[in-house]
């Protein structure tokens, strides 16, 4: 198992062409294009290579319907190497998805539910009982290597009767157990001003580009003041496309106005997956080149801008002396129909595919391109 593995001809997304020098999974050099040396060699044939991808917010707890999934279904097997999972589990479970990790090949982090029941089901906020505030302190303490914050899904379907109290009890526990907030917004009430007006530096507001009633732009497609507010404080911005939580006419909007990208995260599941209007990672990304963002900056979305946020920044370099974590994936021109969750549709003449990605010193290639 000491043979050196050599990635050649591939190209970073600055446009430099490298070859990648791999020996017990670490990366030992990088050489000019062609010029790498080494038993094993992988053909890049000249496609872009990045950090692994990063996806912020997924849900891979297989077992809950609907919003689950296979862990490597939604990771290396899309070219992404980290997935982080998004609330399915509270206390109840969190045990269960960190085991997990065991049989996947893809990293996994997570963000523990307030909610002790997770998503066994939809509305896991609509009794206050369910945040056990101990329970909470215990998984957080018991997995601080895995737990990257708190999740907390505030809209009107999940809180029911209980408006902002959850979010005020999750700010608490934030507090305590100095974990940063993911929090979900969605159709109200609770009022989206709100909502934002309690995030902070480093909190996540998932689902910005929603296209619902209660979002964070007005009628005109002007950022809410509370909303430029909270990026001046500092909190983080994430895509969380999902099911229903990307509009195009939002995306457009936000792009208008200079606000993000932070992060490009899919909210994938199983159905959203296999039916759309997510299906991949890089079928999101594809949308946001479409948009009109360099390929350069999409791609720091799902590598620079996620390890920075995780506070692991080796996750979003390529380094002699680090863990080979990579991507291989194209960019190919051809036509292709994207919706969004509103049921648009955009013709895009360019697509993101992911090809394959290298991970425990194996290259694993890819199954599902876009
Ligand atoms: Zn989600």
């Not at 997990?100 to 909610?115: G, K």
């Not at 990257?148 to 999750?170: E, H």
Request: hydrophobic residues 40%; negative net charge.
């Amino acid at each position: 198992m000491n043979e050196k593995l050599v990635l050649r001809h591939v190209k970073c997304v600055s446009g430099e062409e490298i070859d990648i020098e791999i020996e017990n999974g670490i990366i030992v050099g990088l050489p000019s294009d062609g010029e790498g040396r080494g038993e094993r060699i992988i053909e890049g044939s000249g496609a872009y290579v990045s950090s692994g991808w990063i996806d912020m917010h997924v849900h891979a707890f297989p077992e809950f319907d609907p919003y689950g999934d296979e862990i490597d279904e939604i990771g290396v097997k899309q070219g992404v190497t980290t997935i982080v999972d998004a609330g399915s589990c509270g206390a109840d479970r969190i045990s269960e998805l960190a085991v997990s990790r065991e049989q996947a090949r893809t990293r996994l982090y997570a963000f523990l539910n307030i909610s002790r029941i997770g998503l066994t089901r939809i509305d896991e906020l609509c009794n206050l009982d369910w945040i056990d505030r101990e329970l909470v302190r215990q998984s957080v303490l018991t997995y601080s290597d895995f737990i990257v914050g708190l999740k907390a899904r505030i809209s009107r379907s999940v809180v029911g009767a209980n408006g902002i109290a959850p979010l005020r009890l999750a700010r608490q526990l934030s507090v305590e157990t100095k974990m940063p907030l993911m929090v979900h917004i969605g159709s109200g009430p609770p009022d989206i001003r709100e909502v934002i007006a309690l995030l902070e530096r480093n909190d996540v507001v998932t689902h910005y580009l929603n296209g619902k009633k209660n979002n964070l732009f007005d009628d005109s497609g002007k950022p809410l003041q509370e909303f430029i507010d909270a990026i001046n404080r500092g909190v983080h911005l994430d895509v969380g496309h999902g099911t229903a939580s990307f509009s195009f006419k939002t995306a457009e909007a936000a792009k208008r106005h200079g606000i993000g990208l932070h992060t490009i995260s899919t909210d994938i599941y199983r159905g959203n997956r296999l039916n759309g209007p997510v299906y991949s990672m890089a079928s999101v990304l594809s949308k946001f080149l479409y948009l009109g963002y360099s390929l350069e900056e999409v791609i720091d979305a799902v590598t620079i801008h996620a390890a920075a946020w995780l506070g692991k920044p080796e996750l979003g370099r390529i380094q002699i002396g680090d863990r080979a974590n990579l991507t291989l994936f194209t960019v190919n021109n051809r036509t292709v129909e994207l919706m969004d969750s509103e049921g648009e549709r955009r013709a895009a003449n360019q697509v993101i595919e992911a090809k394959g990605v290298i991970m425990g010193g194996e290259f694993i290639e890819c199954e599902v391109w876009s």
